[in-house]
């Protein structure tokens, strides 16, 4: 994820998807946050979380992204176990 991030910064945008072609999307990020503890003390892995803000249903929007971003999400989340927030 680091390298995908790393790209996007030389590319100037700063964007690893193309969010604004999403439908519904007033924002969104993409967040790398490092290993550390929980609130109990046991230490989690590193781990991207994808934040946004759409309009629809939280279900519809991982499907609107693939469609508008191609393979990027295949390249920033490669590494990665994909967990569904609940709702």
């Not at 969104?28 to 946050?33: D, F, S």
């Not at 230490?43 to 946004?52: D, G, K, T």
């Amino acid at each position: 994820m680091r390298e995908v991030l790393n790209e996007a910064g030389r590319r100037g945008t700063g964007e690893v998807f193309r969010f604004a072609e999403v439908a519904g999307v007033h924002f969104a990020r993409l967040l790398l946050v490092p290993e550390g503890p929980d609130s109990t003390g046991a230490l989690l892995p590193p781990c991207v979380a994808h934040m946004s803000e759409v309009d629809g249903p939280v279900s519809v929007h991982p499907a609107d992204l693939v469609r508008s971003a191609g393979d990027e999400p295949d390249k920033a989340f490669a590494n990665c176990r994909v967990r569904m927030p609940p709702g």
